[in-house]
């Protein structure tokens, strides 16, 4: 029976990767200085000039914040076509005070009174936004020079409601945070892939875009904000039933926010248990679908490969189901590593494959009976 349940599952996760392959690759990429669009390229002469509020929540990130303020303020986009709006969400630190100091132009600091956690920060912080175009990130982030134009480029040419952007891991060093930049790769990916279906799936707040009005049309957070984090997936889950079709994905690599890994394997893990425990959240939808398609393809090959050891008949289906499953998972990852620059090793990726499967089994039984706390805040 476990035999025949593996197949079954593995065969359907198989044909769910294959197909964001295809979509990966038929994605049309994105230059801001040629713009790549249906193979014609936009004229030269056009400029960018949409109104943006870039939204900064913060929260006791004194290590952090001037470091990506100054990214932003270096900006090639017009300093007179956007403004940084920071949002201080009770920092126990001196985040506020760097703040306030920063000689940074167009720079307005908002420190909550009322509330608190992210969804308030970016409520508050699009309240008093002058943009036409909110974008979001996080202070522990890092963005390139033409990072702003492209999105605003990007948004002027197809007028979505909202723009998914990527975010990749930068610096890694070490097995354990390859790894983190492997699947961070493969989530983008998978976002954008996921968009060219029209059925998304995943977004980041670090790099996400959408229209003021749109957002305020679906009355923002209103309805799910119980949970303190998941400002990003809720809200594209709510403009994606009210404008079907008005988000796109914006594959680029002037448009990429790089952040950390995490430093150590406890960190790692539990971000990625905070992450992976809003799945049922976000009630029946193909995000918990593909969340727990992807649980049991990990887990059940984990199972098989562990009887296998007890019991050679498991061996045949441990070794055809995880070949699979290896195979399609380097398609995805060597696809968009190759788009993006990223490098990576074969082997290497062999063997965080077979971890992988141990770590996804464990993330996804442990996540949904936990409770976690992020800065101080249960999330």
């Not at 952007?165 to 890694?172: Q, Y």
């Not at 983008?188 to 995943?202: Q, R």
């Not at 790692?268 to 959240?281: H, I, M, N, T």
């Not at 990726?349 to 800065?375: A, D, E, M, N, Q």
Request: proline share 3%.
């Amino acid at each position: 029976m476990i035999q025949l349940l593996t197949c079954c599952v593995c065969f359907v996760y198989v044909l769910l990767m294959l197909s964001y392959v295809i979509a990966w690759k038929r994605t049309k990429s994105w230059l801001n200085s040629s713009i790549i669009l249906e193979g014609t390229p936009l004229e030269q002469s056009h400029q960018p000039s949409t109104l943006v509020s870039i939204i900064l929540p913060v929260r006791d990130e004194e290590k952090n914040v001037l470091s990506i303020l100054q990214s932003l303020s270096k900006q090639s986009y017009a300093k007179e076509n956007f403004e940084i709006i920071v949002v201080d969400d009770f920092s126990n630190d001196n985040t506020s005070e760097l703040v306030s100091q920063s000689t940074v132009q167009n720079l307005k600091f908002i420190r909550l009174l009322h509330g608190q956690g992210k969804k308030k920060a970016i409520e508050e912080g699009i309240a008093q936004a002058k943009g036409t175009l909110i974008i979001t990130t996080d202070a522990d982030c890092e963005v390139g020079e033409k990072w702003l134009s492209t999105i605003v480029a990007f948004y002027e040419v197809f007028k979505p409601k909202m723009i998914v952007a990527p975010v990749l891991v930068k610096n890694e060093k070490g097995f354990q945070q390859i790894i983190q930049s492997q699947e961070m790769t493969v989530l983008t990916a998978s976002a954008g892939a996921s968009l060219f279906y029209n059925s998304p799936i995943l977004c980041s707040g670090a790099n996400l875009a959408y229209e003021k009005e749109a957002f305020l049309s679906v009355k923002g957070f209103e309805g799910v904000d119980a949970t303190a984090t998941g400002d990003d997936v809720f809200l594209m889950q709510k403009i994606h039933r009210k404008f079907p079709g008005e988000i796109k994905y914006l594959k680029s690599k002037e448009a990429i926010v790089f952040t950390h890994p995490e430093k150590t394997t406890s960190g790692a893990l539990g971000q990625r248990k905070r992450w992976a425990s809003k799945s049922f959240s976000y009630g029946f939808s193909p995000i918990t679908a593909i969340a727990i398609l992807v649980f049991l393809a990990n887990f059940l090959i984990l199972i098989s490969g562990i009887l296998s050891v007890i019991n050679i008949k498991f061996a045949l289906i441990f070794v055809i189901t995880f070949s699979a499953k290896l195979i399609v998972d380097f398609m995805l990852l060597y696809s968009s590593s190759s788009f993006f620059g990223k490098r990576m090793c074969p082997v290497l990726f062999f063997f965080s494959s077979l971890l992988y499967l141990l770590y996804v089994s464990i993330i996804g039984l442990v996540s949904p009976f936990t409770t976690y706390t992020w800065k101080g805040r249960p999330s």
